[in-house]
């Protein structure tokens, strides 16, 4: 198993609007999706689109947000997650595991619409690590 290309860098913020506001003025990113909800995962998020990658900007939703706590230490916000392509999601969770790192959840569906798990940061030098499957052609 080998990670392919950097899909997004998370970033949780108190507001997505806000931050939203800051990249547009402050780096001119005009591309910016609209905000969605992912409820059962406790965040809302939109996109920052550049010619690379893209920011993800996630704010708590809900009480039981697993990112409020990260609020709570970091209230201005902060770099949260880096998320790496993978060909198959549960290839790479095996191949994970195998590895002894904790991946955190089963595969689930994130916001780009295909499957995704989390390793735990004590195994990437404190990083939460986010893989996901490649979007196939034509999504
Ligand atoms: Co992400």
Avoid: W
Avoid at 11 to 29: H, K, T
Avoid at 65 to 92: M, T, W, Y
Wanted: proline share 8%; glycine share 10%.
């Amino acid at each position: 198993m080998q990670v392919g290309p950097l899909n997004h860098v998370g970033v949780a913020v108190p507001s997505i609007e806000e931050a939203a506001q800051n990249y547009r003025d402050l780096y001119g990113c005009t591309d910016i999706t609209e905000p969605g909800e992912m409820p059962e995962q406790g965040v809302r998020y939109c996109f920052v689109n550049l010619p690379n990658s893209q920011i993800e900007l996630i704010e708590p939703l809900g009480d039981d947000s697993p990112i409020k706590k990260f609020l709570e230490r970091n209230p201005k916000g902060g770099q949260h997650h880096v998320c790496f392509e993978v060909e198959d999601i549960h290839v790479a969770k095996a191949a994970m595991e195998e590895k002894g790192a904790k991946v955190l959840n089963e595969p689930r569906i994130g916001a780009h619409g295909t499957l995704i798990i989390f390793v735990h940061p004590k195994d990437s030098n404190g990083v939460l690590i986010e893989l996901m499957e490649s979007p196939k052609a034509g999504h």
